[in-house]
């Protein structure tokens, strides 16, 4: 089983749409959560942190929910510019600290 | 700018021969990754530093890949004897933890082709 599984999409939603991606994590012991955001040919970019339950910036909220091992993601009001691949991250907490990353769901905003 | 920078952008090479790649992380932070990424894939990890330490290399390391971070700055990503598996986008990764918060910030890659 992968560490982190998204649905791939793609997701195609209108202009000013509300949409939600979900990702699941196996490790319980996951330690710290994020979104990235990454737009084709590109590299990774930082979306939102999720320390605690959940996180809220703007028209981006992230949600946590640890006895069911899932992380959550919802955009409001959906610009074009939001057309992009969103990545969940976990940080198992391991000695490495290293991230593990979903395969990303891809999402197009049409006008 | 005052970002993660790699160097170069992209690398041809043809099979067999051996390529060297370089990030710059952001100054003050003292964790560098190194991370592979194939088309349709997540981010997979390689390998990771504190300071000057390589703290740990991931079972996707061969003994082909090799990484350096000799003064703790920036680091060196070589891979010998390339092979055409090797074609992907090599992302170096900074972050400086604090606690659990391990924000991770990523320079623009390099993408190598293998012919």
């Known amino acids: 089983r992968k560490e982190v599984e998204q649905d791939p999409g793609p997701f195609n939603v209108p202009e000013g749409a509300t949409v939600a991606f979900n990702c699941t994590y196996s490790n319980s012991a996951s330690q710290s959560f994020f979104w990235y955001r990454q737009d084709c040919r590109k590299e990774p970019k930082l979306l939102m942190s999720v320390y605690s339950s959940g996180n809220e910036d703007g028209r981006f909220t992230a949600q946590l929910n640890r006895a069911s091992q899932y992380i959550s993601l919802l955009i409001r009001d959906s610009k074009l510019s939001d057309s992009a691949t969103y990545l969940c991250?976990?940080?198992?907490?391991?000695?490495?600290?290293?991230?593990?990353f979903g395969t990303g769901t891809r999402l197009t905003v049409i006008p | 700018d005052t970002g993660v920078s790699q160097n170069p952008r992209h690398k041809i090479t043809k099979r067999g021969q051996n390529v060297t790649f370089r990030c710059d992380p952001i100054s003050e932070h003292n964790r560098l990754y190194w991370y592979r990424q194939t088309l349709g894939q997540g981010p997979e990890f390689l390998t990771y530093f504190q300071n000057e330490a390589q703290l740990e290399k991931s079972r996707l390391l061969s003994d082909r890949f090799s990484a350096e971070r000799p003064k703790g700055s920036f680091s060196t990503l070589e891979i010998q004897r390339t092979e055409q598996g090797d074609s992907a986008m090599y992302l170096c990764?900074?972050?400086?933890?604090?606690?659990?918060?391990?924000?991770?910030?990523f320079g623009p890659g390099t993408r190598l082709t293998v012919l």
């Open positions: 991250v976990v940080n198992i907490g391991t000695g490495a600290n290293n991230l593990f």
């Open positions: 990764a900074s972050s400086f933890e604090l606690r659990f918060r391990n924000e991770q910030f």
